[in-house]
Structures are given as C-alpha cells and as structure tokens.
C-alpha cells in the first residue's frame, strides 16, 4: 500500500530530462490505485483470517467469500478493455480444477463404497465435468471483459478454498489464493504502466520517449516484497492452524478410544461380578 507514494515508472536516466514528465507515482496513474486496492483488500481480509472467529466453518467461507466478491469488484471499479483467455494447455488446466471441484462438492452425496471404488468414482467424476467445462467454457480461446475473467477464476479459487479439507481453514487457503493473484496481478501490470508513462508525456507535451527507454522502479518493487511478505504470512498461519486441527482432531480421537476401552472394560467388570453373583446363589 505504501508504494502508491513510490515511482512506479521513469524514462532511462540518460533520456528522463528530454520529455515531461520523465516518471509517475503510484498516485499519478490508476496502477499505483490497482496496487493499492489490492494491499489493502489484502490487509483487510488478512486480519479478519487472523481472528479466532475465523475458525468457525461458517465465518470461514464468509470472509473467502468476502476475498473473491473484493476481487471481482476491484476489476469491476478498475476495468480494462477487453482479454482473450482459454483453448490450449490454460483452457484443459482451468477444466481440470473446475472438474475437482465438483468432485469434491458432490463426494457427500456419493454413498460408501470400497476406497478403490470410491477413487475411481472421484476420477470419473473429476474427469467428465472437466469435459463438461472444457467443451462449454475453457476449450476455445474466447474474448471478454476483465471482470468476467476475473470472476470466473474468483469462483474456481473460492471452490478449491472451501472444498479443502478441513473447512476451517477456508479463509486460509483464500487467504493464499489472494496473495498469489494479487502478486501477479501486480507483476503483470508493469509493461501497461511503462506503456501510461508514455500516454503522460503525449498529453503534457505532445511528445514521448520510446518504450525501450522506460523502466518500472522502486514502488513495484515494494510492491511485490509486499506481496511475498503476505504470502510468507498466509502460509505461516495457514500451516499453524492446521497443525492445531490435526493435533486437536487426534486427541478427540484417541480420548473417544480410551472412552470407547474403559466402557469396555466396565462392562467387563460388570458381566464377571455378575457372574460371581449367580455362581454365590447357585451354590
């Protein structure tokens, strides 16, 4: 977030002084506000994950629900013209998670069956709707707003966050989801900024460098550190909460096996001294 006081972009220090203005800051050009949006949607929903509230199922998909409908409106507020995507290898990779998903959806439904059985049903299941996807939305390269692009990827993250085992930690895994998009999302801005820097100069001066004398700077560079850190973070905390679960869920088992043992054994104990008593009133 700090970074929108940064230089984001600026002409080659041998060519800066040749055209104006010769570099923008985050707050001179709408990617130091994408940047910014993103640290603080970041910012925000990491603290809410952070909370022990966020443990709770319910809260849980909550706030990853909160992190998909935050990215989808940051794209909504910030636009763009329109983006190709889908066909190849990325169009059968998207199929593929979206089939998952819907494996994991439906695994309640599907009744008890062998663990050989019920591997080769989840392959089946994952594989079919994977061609369900592929022939209806990811087989064919397709043009579209950003918003409808960012919205499909939004819900195909949010499927995997909270069909993940263990549904407490659905904002966790969002929570890593979000970084990771929003690091890339920042990474692959750079050439669209250097590309701003020059649409500057036109407006100001009427002339402009080339795109070859440009160069991003200090604030995406912040910017991306920023990203790692959070990213370092979500996965810490992720990893800690899971260790808890584990840990609490063995306990819970191994306290209902000694439970389970002891009523076994008092049964035991019961059904011999009656025995004792019946053999004493025999004689």
């Known amino acids: 977030m700090g970074s929108i006081g940064w230089e984001l972009t600026r002409m080659h220090p041998e060519t800066s002084y040749l055209v104006e203005p010769w570099a923008l800051r985050g707050y001179e050009t709408v990617h130091g506000s994408i940047i910014f949006t993103i640290g603080a949607l970041i910012l925000v929903t990491g603290l809410l994950t952070s909370f022990e509230f966020s443990l709770e ?15 989808i409106g940051a794209t ?61 939305l990811f087989g064919s390269s397709r043009s579209a707003d950003p918003w409808l692009w960012v919205t499909i990827l939004a819900v195909v993250a949010f499927g995997l966050a909270i069909t ?45 460098g080339q795109y070859k004398d440009t160069q991003i700077t200090s604030g995406y560079f912040v910017a991306l ?9 979500a996965v810490s905390l992720w990893a800690s909460r899971r260790d808890v679960i584990i840990n609490r869920l063995r306990a819970e088992r191994q306290r209902a096996a000694a439970e389970a043992s002891a009523a076994e054994i008092q049964a035991a104990l019961e059904l011999a001294q009656q025995h004792q008593r019946e053999a004493r009133a025999g004689k």
Not at 57 to 71: H, Q
Not at 225 to 233: E, H, K, N, R, T
């Open 57 to 71: 199922p319910l809260y849980s998909r909550g706030i990853a629900g909160l992190m998909a409908v935050g990215a």
């Open 76 to 136: 909504l507020i910030y636009g763009g013209d329109e983006r190709t995507f889908g066909g190849g290898v990325v169009g059968i990779f998207f199929a593929l998670l979206g089939g998952y998903i819907v494996a994991k959806a439906v695994r309640p439904y599907i009744p008890e069956l062998p663990s050989m059985a019920r591997g080769a049903t989840n392959i089946g299941v994952i594989i079919v709707a994977a061609i369900v996807l592929n022939l209806a």
């Open 164 to 208: 993940g085992k263990h549904a407490e930690l659905s904002a966790n895994r969002m929570l890593m989801f979000s970084t990771v998009g929003g690091g890339l999302a920042i990474a692959v801005s750079a050439a669209a900024a250097r590309m701003n820097l020059l649409a500057a100069q036109i407006e100001e001066s009427g002339l402009a």
């Open 225 to 233: 550190f920023g990203m790692l850190i959070a990213f370092v973070g």
